[in-house]
């Protein structure tokens, strides 16, 4: 894991938890939360298609669970 991807990742994290205790809404916490969830996705689809495989993308309220 890259460290560009361990910051998202850590502010995804504050972001869950944040939400998840009320101290946010769903707006604030999708500022934190979706660069890491694009950053995610986009390699996910990289890796799929290299091994001509089928993607496992996250969405926010998944991520959020």
Do not use: W
């Not at 994290?13 to 996705?41: C, D, Q």
């Not at 986009?42 to 298609?49: F, P, W």
């Amino acid at each position: 894991m890259t460290n560009e991807t361990k910051q998202l990742r850590d502010k995804a994290e504050k972001g869950r938890m944040l939400y998840r205790s009320g101290n946010a809404t769903m707006e604030e916490a999708k500022e934190l939360v979706m660069p890491y969830i694009n950053h995610f996705n986009n390699r996910s689809k990289e890796l799929a298609k290299k091994f001509n495989q089928r993607p496992k993308l996250i969405s926010f309220k998944s991520f959020c669970r």
